[in-house]
């Protein structure tokens, strides 16, 4: 398969500042080595609870923020990133090898690049009623990204912008309203608007229906299979909803404290996890449906601070399979079968 | 089954400048002794207000038009009319007989207070009486084991202590100690009430499962964690034996792993203190985890009641159907509810769902449907049955 996003073991450390001369006196490990790949056309969903740097991946692969480490390349040949690779493992000072990751990876872009990139790949926010200007009407909001980018000639933008709110649903004649004249889910509809706007290949939404009510929040997610299918677009979804997760996405990725836990597809994920962590919290979700009350994994404690993750495997102490290796080495992500993944020394 | 909560006929409106707004109307429900009831619907369908017309708490411009709310007190073997009741009385109820949790752990706690007083203020308020009785039992004993010098000159002292504590004890505001109370220094010499307010803090703690509780009871909110937070809230409304423990959206501003931790606990009190829960929820997956009965409300109205397994097994209400399907799950496709929320200032008339109902009738568009009882236990408002 054709693969769109490609991130290497990508790391965001938070510098902790302290002392009289604000020097850096630790991190938080926001992200901390994250290796995935992403397909075109694929929606691939990553959950996790708050704290585990769901968030904090999107916002360095979409360059909100400048990664501390690792590679990310955005539609790069195949060919490209083997030679990379191969170079990398050879002589990690060469010079062709530099002017090649700075030809293609997108975590040493800067100032035009990263603008140039954000054309094709944009971010959707969590909260609907901060992401949106309140002084700006919605057409200027919509409209902006087209202005940046210069994409369209100004006297064409407008036409650009009644076609783009159609396409999610909102009517024409609210053109000229400010955003606390629309409900949440209209809000969500603009948002989502506002990033098709330069016709991106790649769209991350982080938590984009959290803020709302179940039934809008089926709306918003037929829009997005809709818009999909549509413009032939590939998603990252960030969820703590497993529901939702399991419902609309291809492929799972669980995150736990700034590392993947454990990948696969949606049926591999729900019926046959292997990561006492993803298993936990699947049986932890709450689900409609008063017959499937049973068979609930309590976890004791909660998520450790990632400025402070514990040694080893970062699960452990939560972890009721956990043994002597765990607390002493981090198990790395392996293939166990299709396209399943785990980072686990004793797999369920 | 015994009925604790009986509501009937209760009407809320908030009056704002851009009109009335009807938060709720007509709406009968019964809560009943030991179980728990939850109230599902979306934003603006009246939960919350229930809640809060239940604790007299409806805030400004809002009002209590009409209704009752009847609740039947054990202890006093009679019934309560809880609209009617002086404001004195009310606060007497509130926090003792129905606490409420709410939905924001960090925003219900003060954040000047450590843990520990917020939630001895409960006892020293609620209990005095019985604070006042172990206090003079401490104090029996220092006299009766004390001996050496230094004990015999604090003797007085004691003996004065021991009857000023045993007035607080035998009734339930007398004069010498509500002298005391109001005389900045001098309200110092009631501190063994609040040494004994903390020990009842601490077993609380303990009982809701926090680790470490007396050093957690010297705590200020901002040093714990979201999950723990909620803990403390929840120990505080336990902190009284209430018999109706009003829960609003709990555990929606936590992760999933924390509110299964939050639904066990719930679970575990229904059972070890015997008190009826009234559970706020939008999340409806939560409901069929914690909820015996569950009632569902839209724009303001009582849409359906019924046992969980009813609810989720056979709903009737085309709302709670269409409800229902717009929540994901896996091999089954989503679906949406046609239309938008009705609109509180100006609600369609009839029945509030019938612009965005697949079956809507013409009398849909007249009358509201009364709410009917279908089979034993299940109530729906609704012209189709």
Known sequence: MNTLVDIRKLKKHFPILGGVFRRSVGAVRAVDGVSLTINRGQWLGLVGESGCGKTTLAKTLIRLWKPTSGHMYFDIPDAVRSEIEMLESQDKNSSKLHSLLKENDLATFSGARVRSFHRHAQLVHQDPFTSLNPRMKIKTIVGEPLRIHKVLPSDAVKTAVEELLSTVGVSSGQLERYPHQFSGGQRQRIAIARALATKPEFIAFDEPTSALDVSVQAQILNLLKDLKKEFGLTYLYITHELLIAESVCDYIAVMYLGKVVEMGRPEEIFHAARHPYSRSLIAATPVPDPKRRVGRIVLPGEVPSPANPPPGCAFHPRCSEASEKCHESGPELKLIGGDHYVACFRPL | ?385
């Open chain 2, 1 to 385: 089954m015994e009925v604790l909560v009986k509501i009937r006929d209760l009407t809320v409106k908030f009056y704002t400048y851009e009109g009335v707004v009807h938060a709720i109307n007509d709406l009968d429900l019964d809560i009943r002794r030991g179980e728990t009831l939850g109230i599902v619907g979306e934003t603006g369908s009246g939960k919350t207000m229930t809640a809060l017309a239940i604790l007299r708490l409806v805030p400004y411009p809002g009002r209590i038009e009409s209704g009752s709310i009847v609740f039947f007190d054990r202890d006093r073997a009679g019934e309560l009319e809880l609209l009617k009741l002086s404001n004195d009385r009310m606060r007497a109820i509130r926090g003792n007989k129905i606490s409420m949790v709410f939905q924001e752990p960090g925003a219900a706690l003060n954040p000047v207070y450590t843990i520990g007083d917020q939630i001895s203020e409960v006892f020293l308020l609620h209990r005095r009486q019985e604070l006042g009785r172990q206090a003079k039992q401490r104090v029996d004993g220092l006299l009766s084991n004390g001996s050496g010098p230094a004990a015999a000159m604090k003797r007085p002292f004691w003996r004065w202590q021991s009857r000023l504590y045993n007035k607080i004890a035998e009734a339930p505001d007398p004069l010498e100690p509500r002298i005391l109370t109001h005389i900045p220094l001098f309200r110092r010499l009631l501190w063994r009430l609040r040494d004994e307010a903390r020990l009842l803090t601490v077993d609380m703690l303990k009982d809701v499962e926090i680790p470490d509780p007396a050093r957690v009871a010297s705590r200020y909110p901002h040093e714990l964690s979201g999950g723990m937070k909620q803990r403390a809230v929840i120990a505080m409304a336990l902190s009284c034996s209430p018999e109706l423990l009003i829960a609003d959206e709990p555990t929606t501003s936590l992760d999933v792993t924390i509110q299964a931790q939050m639904l066990e606990l719930f679970r575990r009190i229904k059972v070890d203190k015997g008190a009826s829960v009234l559970f706020i929820t939008h999340n409806l997956g939560v409901a069929s985890e914690v909820c015996d009965r569950v009632a569902v409300m839209y724009a303001g109205r009582l849409c359906e009641i019924a046992s969980v397994e009813e609810m989720f097994l056979h709903p009737l209400h085309p709302y709670t159907k269409a409800l229902l399907d717009s929540v994901p799950m896996p091999g089954k496709p989503l679906q949406t509810i046609p239309g938008v929320l009705a609109d509180a200032l100006n609600p369609p008339p009839g029945c509030r769902f019938h612009p965005r109902c697949p079956s809507a009738m013409p009398i849909c568009q007249q009358e509201r449907p009364k709410p009917k009882e279908t089979s034993r236990d299940h109530i729906v408002a609704c012209y189709l049955y």
